[in-house]
Structure formats: structure tokens, C-alpha cells
T-cell receptor, first 114, second 117 residues
């Protein structure tokens, strides 16, 4: 069984400030972990994924995430927020070796203030 | 390279009517997924196919829901009869199989926003 908890359904940051979106997972087997972004009225777009290689994963648009097994976390960060980063972000987990059984978190809405 | 294509993008119908949602996966992908997104329940996997065969439909909420994949480039999700509580955004996603048993990333379509009055 696997699950994902995203802490904070809404996060607001100022433009240029650090973005930190939290994700903790639970999995009975080594996980694959994903971050997706959803812009208004659009589908989900993959930001980055962890598949048991490097624990620090770099994605698109300047985002990165670090897999920490001891903390069962996979937090998403970006050093400097841009207005275009405003969107909803979803963390997802699947058993390693399979991106089929994705379990999504409840999402975090990111607002970027001017 | 075209992504996952879904139609219609918006559907408004009355309770009791049949609704059919359509999806064209990315060419070469052999997995297809149907998801439903609501405020209350978030993103839920309804069913997925591998090589046009349904593998896991445990997420399909009721017998009113059915899904088919007659060929590698087309799938439908049908609701008959529709109810107001079916109002949601329905996403289709596809992925391809990698070496061994591993599967590549899922790529999502833009979704169909269904409103049942």
C-alpha cells in the first residue's frame, strides 16, 4: 500500500522568494516519486521524477526535489518564484519499477504575490 | 509530436443522459489510464488498459461507468445514466512500457470537464 501527504493545501510566496512544497510518502516497497503541475484548465504536466538514481532530482522550470528516505519525504523547491509558477502541484508515488499505479496527493495551490 | 488528445473539452448534460468521453493516447504508448478529479476526492484512477486490455477497473465507481479500448489509438469512457455527482474533470493519460517490468512516466491529456445538471 502506498500514500502521499502534501502538507498545506495553499502556499503563498512573494515573487523572487523560495518555493517549498512539502510531500511525505508511505510505501511498503521502494517508491518512484513524481511531481506534477497543473495550470488552470489544463492537464497535469510532469515536473520531475525520482526513480532510485540520484536523490537530488532536477526538473523543468528551475524546480528540484530531494528524496530523503530517512524522512520519507520528497519536497519540491525552487530558489526564486516567478509569477508563472502559480499553479496547483501534485506529488505522486508508485511502486518502483512501475509508473502504473500512481497514487496522488491532494495537491497544493501555489500563489505567487507581486 | 501530439500529446494525449481528449474530446470534448467541456460537456454539459442533463441527469439520466448518456455521456461518452473520448481519448487518443500518444502514438506508441501501450498503457492508457482514465482518472477523475473532484474537489472532494482529488485525483482518482478509474481504470487502466495495457495493450487495449483492461487490467484494473477497481476504481470504476459503479456499473453506470464503462470503458473500452477498441484499438491502440482510441478509448472511451461512458456514463449511462449520468448523475449530478458525476460532475468532475476526467483525464486520460498514457505511458509506454520500458525494459523489463518498468513503465515510463504517464502523460496527461487536457481533460474533459463534465457537468451533469
Amino acid at each position: 500500500a502506498q500514500s502521499v501527504t502534501q502538507l498545506g493545501s495553499h502556499v503563498s510566496v512573494s515573487e523572487g522568494a523560495l518555493v517549498l512544497l512539502r510531500c511525505n510518502y508511505s510505501s511498503s516497497v521502494p517508491p518512484y516519486l513524481f511531481w506534477y503541475v497543473q495550470y488552470p484548465n489544463q492537464g497535469l504536466q510532469l515536473l520531475l521524477k525520482y526513480t532510485s538514481a540520484a536523490t537530488l532530482v532536477k526538473g523543468i522550470n528551475g524546480f528540484e526535489a530531494e528524496f530523503k528516505k530517512s524522512e520519507t519525504s520528497f519536497h519540491l523547491t525552487k530558489p526564486s518564484a516567478h509569477m508563472s509558477d502559480a499553479a496547483e502541484y501534485f506529488c505522486a508515488v508508485s511502486p518502483s519499477g512501475s509508473a502504473r499505479q500512481l497514487t496522488f496527493g491532494s495537491g497544493t495551490q501555489l500563489t505567487v504575490l507581486p | 509530436d501530439a500529446g494525449v488528445i481528449q474530446s470534448p473539452r467541456h460537456e454539459v448534460t442533463e441527469m439520466g443522459q448518456e455521456v461518452t468521453l473520448r481519448c487518443k493516447p500518444i502514438s506508441g504508448h501501450d498503457y492508457l489510464f482514465w482518472y477523475r478529479q473532484t474537489m472532494m476526492r482529488g485525483l482518482e484512477l478509474l481504470i487502466y488498459f495495457n495493450n487495449n486490455v483492461p487490467i484494473d477497473d477497481s476504481g470504476m465507481p459503479e456499473d453506470r461507468f464503462s470503458a473500452k479500448m477498441p484499438n491502440a489509438s482510441f478509448s472511451t469512457l461512458k456514463i449511462q445514466p449520468s448523475e449530478p455527482r458525476d460532475s468532475a474533470v476526467y483525464f486520460c493519460a498514457s505511458s509506454r512500457r520500458l525494459a523489463g517490468l518498468s513503465t515510463d512516466t504517464q502523460y496527461f491529456g487536457p481533460g474533459t470537464r463534465l457537468t451533469v445538471l
